[in-house]
T-cell receptor
Framework: KQEVTQIPAALSVPEGENLVLNCSFT??????LQWFRQDPGKGLTSLLL?????REQTSGRLNASLDKSSGRSTLYIAASQPGDSATYLCAVSIAGNMLTFGGGTRLMVKP | ETGVTQTPRHLVMGMTNKKSLKCEQHLGHNAMYWYKQSAKKPLELMFVYNFKEQTENNSVPSRFSPECPNSSHLFLHLHTLQPEDSALYLC????????????????FGAGTRLSVL
């Protein structure tokens, strides 16, 4: 059974810092990996999707990497801003397009 | 606005009530999903529909009954729920399995916050 773990569970940083969120998964037979953002009381917003054949994806200040063989992904956020405060979720796609989610990292960026 | 709308946003119900959650997507997608998000637990997939056919039931108790009348609408019928069923229920949609799994981004609604008393 696929298990997804995110470390750390919570993170507080001052504005302007570069930071890395970590995601690990136990079964490397994935189709893709997605990073989502969830604001309090709201649904999920897809940030980046990395196909299993790719190593990284970039969108603005966000960069996600994937090392399928070691079962790891990182989300790099450059020059963090208070508006980046949210919970970040990692999910891997397995057969039938089923997503298995990690527990999330709750990020607080202080002004 | 993601193009996926869920109603109601909040619902309080007793254990003997029957209620339904509704999800509607305006993205032209062919796959729809129900997820459950409980406090301190990861998001859990409940049901998957591809082209109106249920393709996944992730061992969900029968007190949860999904219905997908067309590719744009998805319902979750609730009856005889337990307090531990209180959670945020999220609906999502994507292009669908036939479109190629590798690029299948899921778009989520804002969720229904359910409280069972």
């Amino acid at each position: 059974k696929q298990e997804v773990t995110q470390i750390p569970a919570a993170l507080s940083v001052p504005e302007g810092e570069n930071l890395v969120l970590n995601c690990s998964f136990t079964d490397s037979a994935i189709y893709n990996l997605q990073w989502f953002r969830q604001d309090p009381g709201k649904g999920l917003t897809s940030l980046l999707l990395i196909q299993s054949s790719q190593r990284e994806q970039t969108s603005g200040r966000l960069n996600a990497s994937l090392d399928k063989s070691s079962g790891r992904s990182t989300l790099y956020i450059a020059a963090s801003q208070p508006g980046d405060s949210a919970t970040y979720l990692c999910a891997v796609s397995i057969a039938g397009n089923m997503l298995t989610f990690g527990g999330g990292t709750r990020l607080m960026v202080k002004p | 606005e993601t193009g996926v709308t869920q109603t109601p946003r909040h619902l309080v119900m007793g254990m003997t009530n029957k209620k339904s959650l509704k999800c509607e997507q305006h993205l032209g997608h062919n796959a729809m999903y129900w997820y459950k998000q409980s406090a301190k637990k990861p998001l859990e997939l409940m049901f998957v529909y591809n082209f109106k056919e249920q393709t996944e039931n992730n061992s969900v108790p029968s007190r949860f009954s999904p219905e997908c009348p067309n590719s744009s609408h998805l319902f979750l019928h609730l009856h005889t729920l337990q307090p531990e069923d209180s959670a945020l229920y999220l609906c999502a949609s994507s292009q669908g399995q036939r479109s190629g799994l590798a690029k299948n981004i899921q778009y989520f609604g804002a969720g229904t916050r359910l409280s069972v008393l």
